[in-house]
């Protein structure tokens, strides 16, 4: 048992930072650029993926969390773990439902200056892959 925790708590936070690179980081700001996406368009397809990401974030939270509890890890390690949790628990419910709340009302056709929450998310995300590089080195030192 302990080791799978051993090869989990090295390898999801590598698996967890690439998610969010690649969707917040790559993906998110790409989408708007690609030929005919509206921004209707765009806000729709990023809330769907912006769900799954979330969800898939929870799973790889929860399972890093338990795997940690298996194995005992150091202080850093737990320390790195809690600050990436805190912030995705802070992105999910504080900041998207403010984000959803204003996605809905342009949906519904409002024209509304950017959103401050946007700014917000955005820069969790890069303290969150800040927290990740961190689980990861202290995972395998």
Request: hydrophobic residues 60%.
């Amino acid at each position: 048992m302990e080791t799978v925790a051993q090869h989990l708590v090295w390898f999801l936070p590598m698996l967890w930072l690439g998610m969010v690179l690649a969707i917040s980081f790559l993906e998110a700001p790409l989408k708007f650029r690609a030929p005919g996406v509206t921004l209707a368009l765009g806000l729709g397809i990023g809330r769907i993926v912006f769900r799954a990401l979330n969800i898939a974030e929870t799973v790889l939270a929860a399972t890093l969390v338990l795997s940690c509890v298996a194995l005992g890890p150091s202080t850093a390690t737990w320390v790195w773990l809690g600050i990436a949790v805190a912030i995705l628990a802070a992105q999910v419910l504080v900041v998207r439902p403010p984000l959803t709340r204003r996605s809905n009302r342009v949906l519904a056709g409002e024209e509304l200056p950017r959103s401050h929450a946007h700014y917000w998310y955005i820069g969790l995300e890069v303290a969150k892959v800040v927290a990740l590089v961190g689980l990861a080195i202290a995972a395998a030192a």
